[in-house]
């Protein structure tokens, strides 16, 4: 790296590219970490605070991704007209304060509450992130920085359930949060002392209504599918959640479109390059996302594996991402996106129908061979298609795209647990799972039968997903030239 930044001349306003690609990876690798590194300790923390193992508990991962997902545009709104690195500086602070409070939390309402800070946090560390790596690389290498991006994701994904499990275990459920703090203290002075201002002085003013009626659309609608999952689709509150968001998208839109300066500028879609890559990547995380909510019931309720030996399974699919996306971004950055990412959620759905095909007795060598496969695919597909979905937007809607890019990728998965969840349960897969994994059934055979048909029916629901964001990236319209005006580096 230091050699790549020594060829280039002193002048070059991307000097500072992989200064700010380390900074970044910093908040990315928090944010992410903290995604996956709660849920194994939440038995852990009902136990602590002496509450049933439920609802309420959930609401320690709920808070969060609510929080998140309602604040991700806005907040890529509000880095547009007054700069990345205040926004990125107030995000790791702020995620960096929740994370003290949470390890703090003396009662389980106090912890949600926190969570909820972090939130707030982590969604402005999210939303950014890719719009600085945008800023800071010059087009023929941002391929390449979004892919090796993807690897802190991936790491952190990954590393997220076996760090918690160790730390749960060796030390406290508080030092999961507490870890946070002195990564995010050390971010805050580097980003502070090193990275050059790009505060903003700008006409355009910030719609409040707007982000107030997008944030509770989001809110209701990531609460909705949560909480549906846990009471049922068809109870009052999941309703109530459900006509809740659409009454406040419905509004939302019709405000948008009469302001003068909207949270969301919808005429970045007439953009065909960017509306293709914008439906690619929820289509993409509603096909992939799937996979970690089925594949633990399989392994544990069908096969009876131990709760180690998932996690371990497991991880195939994230360390092929890690692996490949950095590959796949540098080849976007050669040869275009197009092609790149309608092969990959090609391979992805071929994975996915692959994975519909395992069976009771199945080696974990197949299952392992499948999974990559999958993985593959994804990181294929994920490299160039936000390069694709980023490079499209102007430089002055990069924080908006950046933080559509991260609303997208909250809504795919979202939507893929209660599709995912939902079909898996209709064709009585959760009914089956839940009596052979506590050997209350009266026929084991059958019950097996049941939850295989509802396991595959799923996957390849999941694999239609696929073939749809497939078809969307195959659609997408001409890619302009790499050596297209440089963005305002940060």
Not at 57 to 77: D, Q
Not at 124 to 137: E, H
Not at 412 to 424: E, M, R
Request: hydrophobic content about 55%; proline content about 6%.
């Amino acid at each position: 790296m230091d050699a790549l930044n020594r060829s280039l001349p002193a002048s070059d306003p991307y000097s500072n590219r992989w200064l700010v690609f380390a900074l970044v990876g910093v908040g990315v690798f928090m944010a992410t970490l903290d995604s996956s590194i709660v849920n194994v300790s939440l038995p852990t923390i009902a136990h602590y605070f002496g509450a049933p193992l439920g609802a309420a508990v959930e609401w320690v991962v709920i808070a969060y991704l609510v929080t998140v997902a309602a604040l991700l545009l806005s907040i890529g709104r509000v880095a547009d007209l007054v700069g990345k690195k205040p926004v990125w500086m107030t995000g790791l602070a702020i995620f960096t304060l929740g994370s003290m409070v949470c390890g703090a939390a003396p009662s389980l309402p106090l912890l949600i509450a926190a969570r909820v800070l972090q939130g707030i946090g982590g969604a402005s560390l999210m939303a950014i992130s890719p719009a600085m790596l945008t800023s800071a690389f010059p087009p023929e290498q941002r391929g390449r920085a979004i892919g090796l991006n993807a690897v802190t994701v991936a790491v952190g994904v990954s590393a997220g359930p076996t760090l918690g499990g160790l730390i749960v275990e060796h030390v406290s459920w508080r030092y999961i949060f507490y870890l946070n703090v002195p990564i995010g203290v050390l971010g805050l002075i580097a980003t502070f002392r090193l990275l050059p201002s790009d505060t903003r002085r700008v006409s355009s003013r910030f719609d409040p209504i707007g982000a107030v009626l997008l944030a509770l659309a989001l809110a209701s609608l990531t609460a909705g599918i949560s909480l549906g999952q846990e009471l049922g689709f068809t109870k009052p509150v999941p309703l109530a959640l459900d006509v809740m968001c659409l009454i406040a998208a419905v509004l939302f839109v019709f405000h948008e479109r009469r302001h003068p300066h909207p949270v969301v500028d919808f005429s970045l879609f007439r953009n065909r390059l960017f509306a293709s890559a914008s439906s690619s990547q929820v289509l993409s995380f509603l096909a992939s996302f799937g996979i970690s909510l089925l594949m633990p019931f399989y392994f544990e309720q069908l096969r009876g594996f131990g709760t180690q030996e998932t996690g371990l399974l497991l991880t195939p699919f994230p360390v092929t991402i890690a692996m490949v996306a950095p590959i796949s971004g540098a080849l976007a950055d050669r040869i275009g996106t197009r092609w790149l990412a309608v092969t990959g959620m090609s391979l992805l759905c071929g994975g996915l129908l692959l994975m519909s095909g395992l069976g009771a007795a199945s080696s974990k060598l197949d299952i392992v061979l499948r999974l990559m496969m999958a993985g593959f695919g994804q990181a294929l597909f994920q490299s160039p298609n936000n390069s694709a979905l980023l490079g499209s937007a102007p430089p002055n809607r990069q924080g908006l795209a950046s933080g559509l890019l991260a609303t997208g990728r909250v809504i795919g998965q979202s939507l893929s647990v209660a599709f995912t969840g939902a079909a898996f349960a209709a064709f009585g897969g959760a009914t089956a799972g839940l009596a052979l994994m506590t050997h209350t059934s009266t026929n084991e055979a059958v019950e097996r039968g049941i939850f295989l048909h509802a396991f595959s029916s799923a996957m390849q629901l999941l694999a239609a997903f696929a073939a749809l964001a497939a078809l969307t990236s195959l659609v997408r319209g001409r890619e302009r030239a790499r050596a297209a005006q440089p963005l305002a580096p940060i």
